[in-house]
T-cell receptor, first 116, second 114 residues
């Protein structure tokens, strides 16, 4: 199993540019999560999907952030326009979401975003 | 709301020393508790978990016991190795067992010296 795949692994962009981060969850998993990791705030849940439907986006910091999951094997997190304070490592995770189950989340390697 | 508090790092120990990383939590429901480990340049990996009071999670010599009375889930290992150097995150998921997101502590950077 390839695990959760994220691309790109590193992204450097200039303030004001659009940034798109991509995630391919583990095949068969029906839940997908986007997290952001910074030194100041640690790991924060941004949004999660269940069966391709956004369930909770209360962690999305601003309207500049948007996430989509057009099908079970692909999700994007978009920042438009990007700002220097968006610099962070963004993780995608997936799990097999069964009610009452342990639902271990498997994390991708992350995308390190730097906004200049 | 939910929150996780864990000891600040870095924690520096010598090889074969005893390790404790404290973790306490606040939750609105009856959470499941987790420890994740992050090695340099990698994503998080689940280390161990516990779903109900007095459960003990264990893996790779690490242990943590779900203490509801003290709302704690401290991580312990009897004899650490250099290869244990990493960042450790305590996390919870609130009750229901569904596919909910995790609430993480800030992480504890562990450094093991030979």
């Amino acid at each position: 199993d390839a695990g959760v795949i994220q691309s790109p692994r590193h992204e450097v962009t200039e303030m004001g540019q659009e940034v798109t981060l991509r995630c391919k969850p583990i095949s068969g998993h029906n839940s997908l999560f986007w997290y952001r990791q910074t030194m100041m705030r640690g790991l924060e849940l941004l949004i999660y999907f269940n069966n391709n439907v956004p369930i909770d986006d209360s962690g999305m910091p601003e309207d500049r952030f948007s996430a989509k999951m057009p099908n079970a094997s692909f999700s994007t997190l978009k920042i438009q326009p990007s700002e220097p304070r968006d610099s962070a490592v963004y993780f995608c995770a997936s799990s097999l979401g069964l009610a009452g189950g342990m639902n271990e989340q498997f994390f991708g390697p992350g995308t390190r975003l730097t906004v200049l | 709301g939910n929150s996780v508090t864990q000891m600040e790092g870095p924690v520096t120990l010598s090889e074969e020393a005893f390790l404790t990383i404290n973790c306490t939590y606040t939750a609105t429901g009856y959470p499941s508790l987790f420890w994740y480990v992050q090695y340099p340049g990698e994503g998080l990996q689940l280390l161990l978990k516990a779903t109900k009071a007095d459960d003990k999670g264990s893996n790779k010599g690490f242990e943590a016991t779900y203490r509801k009375e003290t709302t704690s889930f401290h991580l312990e290992k009897g004899s650490v190795q250099v290869s244990d150097s990493a960042v450790y995150f305590c996390a919870l998921r609130d009750s229901g067992g569904g596919a909910d997101g995790l609430t993480f502590g800030k992480g504890t950077h562990l450094i093991i010296q030979p």
